[in-house]
């Protein structure tokens, strides 16, 4: 499995080489770092639990999309920066609306975990496996902003604790893998994920 989406650590970076290479044209790469700004303001100093910046997988699932999957719409693009704002951050579906319209705030909307509360683990994970389920009936471009995120969740899988492995292995061969049949490139994509973690199932 040789499409690993780890080149970009911060908009700057990104958007450099989104110029260099020219895989969008002006007006959508000045949307998407519209987006890219607002994510780094709302995620603030908020870290992944490897410890390195939010923002870095924001910028791996934006990459996902362009150089993998080839997407060019600066609304489905804007939509994975900003896809986890509302579950993470204190921003609304609304803001992100007013912010970037309704279509983005739809998407964004699509793929936002609803809140989990005080809830005990049993019951967090059911209420993630009913999130999960529900995607079956999502648009089809909040399907791909959600394969997106998760190609940069699992990419590097083998980087956390083995028993989180075999559980987000499971997950996402069970909700996520079903998804993709519909998208070329990410069946292409996670069936080569699939056979590189094999050793997991």
């Not at 989104?18 to 969008?24: F, I, K, S, T, V």
């Not at 579906?93 to 309704?102: A, H, I, L, S, T």
């Amino acid at each position: 499995m040789d499409d690993i989406f780890i080149s970009w650590r911060t908009w700057p970076q990104a958007r450099a080489d989104l110029e260099a290479r020219g895989d969008l044209d002006a007006a959508t790469l000045e949307e998407v770092e519209k987006a890219a700004v607002a994510a780094e303001r709302w995620h603030g100093d908020q870290r992944r639990p490897t410890g390195v910046p939010y923002v870095e997988h924001l910028l791996e699932a934006l990459e996902v999309l362009v150089r993998g999957a080839g997407e060019t719409d600066p609304e489905i693009l804007s939509a994975v920066l900003l896809h986890d704002v509302v579950e993470d951050t204190d921003a609304t579906v609304r803001d992100v609306e007013e912010r970037f319209g309704p279509r983005v705030a739809e998407l964004v909307d699509w793929v936002t975990k609803p809140p989990a509360g005080n809830a005990g683990r049993q019951a967090k994970r059911a209420a993630k496996a009913a999130y999960l389920r529900r995607l079956r009936d999502a648009p089809r471009d909040a399907i791909t902003v959600k394969l997106a995120d998760r190609a940069s969740n699992v990419q590097r899988l083998d980087q956390v604790a083995p028993d989180f492995q075999r559980r987000y292995f499971a997950e996402t061969v069970t909700y996520i893998l079903p998804l993709a049949k519909d998208h070329p490139w990410f069946a292409s994509w996670y069936a080569a994920w699939r056979e590189r973690f094999a050793h997991l199932r």
